[in-house]
T-cell receptor, first 116, second 110 residues
């Protein structure tokens, strides 16, 4: 089945640091990937839709200059949290579909980000 | 009306019992429906797709009611390992939108 790899799985860093998270589709090409954030005991929140070769589409309330998304190839999308602060601490998860853009989603393992 | 709505629970159910959740959606153009399971501090995993004719996978049965715009998930003979949050997902090919429900928490009690 379709596999999505996300790296790193855990990051702890100081306030003000920028953190890059990678999401790779290992055995299929993903023209679209999705980035989510999930705070403890809360539901998934879609942050942005990452489109290969074009700009990401951000959800309302998500700062595009804060959360930089790059989707340079059909198998890799990256999310960079710039100048991270403690309130950015969260669980970040990417997903992609190996079929249609809106088919069953396959999720990466997630990245737990802790900003001190 | 929210785009996808689920009862957040928690549902506390004794082991061996049958439990059912519903999920309502507002967009009548929705075409694809899924149930995901998410364990605490883990990523969601696809449990099953939901087809118009309904489908069954072992102890799990999913149904779609287009007229009333809801999908359901039935778990029979529940196991302790079924404890998780169950997410309803609705998508539309027309506008490429994927909408996650907020999830229903299920606790299976020994």
């Amino acid at each position: 089945g379709a596999v999505v790899s996300q790296h790193p799985s855990w990051v702890i860093c100081k306030s003000g640091t920028s953190v890059k998270i990678e999401c790779r589709s290992l055995d299929f090409q993903a023209t679209t990937m999705f980035w989510y954030r999930q705070f403890p005991k809360q539901s998934l929140m879609l942050m942005a839709t990452s489109n290969e070769g074009s700009k990401a589409t951000y959800e309302q309330g998500v700062e595009k200059d804060k959360f930089l998304i790059n989707h340079a190839s059909l198998t890799l999308s990256t999310l960079t949290v710039t100048s991270a602060h403690p309130e950015d601490s969260s669980f970040y998860i990417c997903s992609a579909s190996g079929q249609t853009r809106v088919g069953p989603q396959h999720f990466g393992d997630g990245t737990r980000l802790s900003i001190l | 009306r929210k785009e996808v709505e689920q009862d957040p629970g928690p549902f506390n159910v004794p082991e061996g019992a049958t439990v059912a959740f519903n999920c309502t959606y507002s967009n009548s153009a929705s075409q694809s429906f899924f149930w995901y399971r998410q364990d605490c501090r883990k990523e969601p995993k696809l449990l099953m797709s939901v087809y118009s004719s309904g489908n069954e996978d072992g102890r799990f049965t999913a149904q779609l009611n287009r007229a009333s715009q809801y999908i359901s998930l039935l778990i029979r003979d529940s196991k302790l390992s079924d404890s998780a949050t169950y997410l309803c997902v609705v998508s539309s090919n027309r506008d490429d939108k994927i909408i996650f429900g907020k999830g229903t928490r299920l606790h299976i009690l020994p």
